[in-house]
């Protein structure tokens, strides 16, 4: 219990992170009307490459603790007798993962990549073509660290860890059952339900990622076809229409994500009645 409240924690300040950064993104798309340009203070440099920065560390954490609580979840799902996970095999890993990804995402500050402005997106990025040639090996390779391992490959355990539970909460209701009522008589059985109830939870969760992430998993999935295949598979064919495409990048890029990050504290609110006999006492 004591590593799913840590793990909840951890998302929640992930989550935190990522709505605190879309509120100059908000900011410029609620501005600039009337043919006026928009309000943005990521047209500041230095803003512009703090805040390429601290978007990318963030996303690709946030997606690599909400990974290891479903994958930790799944096993003491599929493992009841197996011991509780212990906080520091869960620390460990993620605390070697997010200083990995801290130290790529530097990398491009140290080489002094000019940060751009996306005026269509009101985002912000790393301008990777100036040290990255097209369909290069080195692109590749940075594409591998940057899309493929902190975005596709936890994208495919959450799918293979929540099925693995829900098949396991629909197969087994009866032992479930009986596990519970056998607790009971032992005066134990609040164990039990607190379990599944966290499972439940953990389910939504996973089930809301994969939701809401799935474009923007697709995107950078036609984005690694075409880079692997030497840009004989484009992303974007010329057909495509220029208002389309730029709807469908910054829904991908932006709203979806944000979507995630807000409605995570709702799901916690919902779940844990602790939480939420809190916010009725605050409210």
Request: glycine share 4%; hydrophobic share 45%; with cysteine.
């Amino acid at each position: 219990e004591r590593t799913v409240t840590l793990l909840y924690r951890l998302i929640n300040l992930t989550d935190f992170l990522i709505c605190f950064l879309l509120i100059p993104v908000a900011i410029a798309n609620f501005t600039g009307s009337g043919g006026t340009s928009r309000v943005s203070p990521l047209t500041y440099y230095h803003v512009c490459a703090a805040w390429s920065w601290g978007w990318e560390v963030s996303l690709r954490v946030s997606v690599f603790v909400l990974a290891v609580l479903s994958v930790a979840r799944t096993i003491g799902l599929c493992r009841p007798l197996r011991p509780s996970t212990r906080r520091r095999t869960i620390l460990v890993p993620i605390v070697i993962y997010s200083i990995l990804i801290v130290v790529m995402e530097t990398i491009p500050v140290v080489l002094r990549v000019k940060a751009v402005y996306f005026e269509v997106f009101a985002t912000c990025g790393f301008q990777l073509s100036s040290i990255y040639p097209d369909f290069s090996t080195a692109k590749k390779l940075h594409f591998v660290f940057s899309g493929v391992i902190p975005f596709i490959l936890p994208y495919c355990i959450v799918v293979v860890s929540c099925t693995a539970t829900i098949s396991r909460l629909l197969r087994s209701p009866r032992v479930e059952l009986h596990a519970w009522r056998t607790r009971k008589r032992e005066g134990n059985w609040g164990a039990t339900r607190t379990k599944t109830t966290a499972t439940i939870t953990i389910t939504i969760l996973t089930l809301t990622y994969l939701t809401l992430n799935t474009p923007y998993v697709v995107m950078y999935i036609m984005k690694m076809v075409e880079l692997f295949s030497g840009g004989k598979v484009r992303l974007w064919s010329p057909d495509t229409s220029m208002y389309l495409m730029i709807f469908l990048t910054s829904f991908n890029l932006t709203y979806t994500v944000a979507l995630n990050a807000m409605l995570n504290p709702v799901i916690y609110i919902i779940r844990i009645k602790p939480l939420r006999e809190f916010v009725c006492r605050c409210s």
